[in-house]
């Protein structure tokens, strides 16, 4: 599914296909077809195909059983793992995967190569490698984690980034700092617009309690807040999302932005913008709405 928004005289244009909570759908764009799936309680499995040459990578390895159920309807040999950081809802089907092929290559981040199952290559931000013809850089998203990764296809205008960014939020900080994190966001912040973000998990719903909170007066965000309302009761993803979209409404790239933000959680003058995203990231750790 592509997640496309338009902005005209203030009126946002979503997909209205029905897709269940229970099913997979597949997108392409010139040479990559993704293929998203639910997977374990709330995370997202992503499949990603090279029409040319039939390389098939999985986007980090929530369940090794579900990976293998989808490769196998879509009649896809899996040849790559890319993950983006050690978490076991990230990693934990990476031994299970790589027994599914004689030459199944694992990449993953080089600040946590100690921590990623199976691991072959080693990447941090800056890296590129091929896949198929395409070509996949490397970027650098600690925060959530120390040496969190994300996988940009600039030419296909995708970018696979775990659990750095979210539909209207971003990851919990477990080993980051603020500073690290304010640079994630702000690196991410700064792909182009129509670039189609690939979170890992469905946590729009809550994410937007949030974000409506603490900006009311958004009116962008209001309306997509119904609209968010409307998919889960309908059982359909929010994932894939739009870095455009994101800037327009998601809180934690909006705080250097948006006074009412920083009114709501408290930043000062004296702040520096990793200070008052850490106010943002604080409020909604403790957020009960």
């Not at 928004?5 to 597949?26: C, E, G, K, L, V």
């Not at 709330?42 to 999985?58: R, S």
């Not at 670039?195 to 949030?210: D, G, R």
């Not at 004296?270 to 008052?276: E, F, L, P, T, V």
Request: hydrophobic fraction near 35%.
């Amino acid at each position: 599914m592509s997640f496309v928004y338009f902005r005209h005289s203030d009126t946002f244009f979503f997909p209205t296909a029905s897709i269940s909570r229970n099913q997979s759908t597949s997108t392409s764009l010139n040479m990559l077809t993704v293929h998203q799936f639910p997977c374990l309680s709330d995370n997202y499995g992503f499949l990603i195909h090279d029409e040319v040459t039939g390389q098939t990578a999985a986007i980090d390895t929530p369940c090794g059983k579900t990976y293998k159920e989808e490769l196998e309807k879509k009649g896809w040999k899996l040849t790559h793992i890319l993950n983006t950081h050690h978490h076991h809802d990230h990693v934990g089907g990476n031994d299970e995967l790589k027994k599914t092929g004689d030459n199944v290559k694992v990449y993953g981040p080089v600040d946590e190569k100690d921590k990623i199952p199976g691991l072959d290559t080693a990447v941090g931000g800056g890296d590129c490698f091929e896949f198929g013809p395409l070509k996949a850089s490397v970027m650098d998203v600690g925060g959530h984690t120390h040496g969190h990764i994300a996988y940009h296809f600039d030419s296909e205008k995708k970018v696979f980034c775990g659990d750095a960014l979210f539909a209207l939020g971003c990851g919990k900080m477990f080993e980051g700092t603020p500073a690290q994190f304010w640079k994630t966001l702000q690196g991410l912040r700064e792909l182009p617009d129509e670039t189609e973000v690939y979170c890992a998990h469905e946590y729009t719903a809550s994410n937007a309690k949030f974000a409506v909170s603490i900006e009311p007066s958004n009116a962008d965000l209001m309306k997509r807040f119904e609209v968010i309302k409307e998919q889960r009761a309908r059982g359909e993803p929010t994932v894939p999302t739009q870095i455009g979209l994101e800037k327009l409404t998601n809180p934690f790239l909006r705080v250097d932005i948006s006074e009412e933000i920083r009114k709501n959680v408290g930043v000062t003058a004296g702040d520096s913008g990793a200070d008052a995203f850490a106010k943002v990231r604080r409020a909604k750790d403790t957020f009960r709405g």
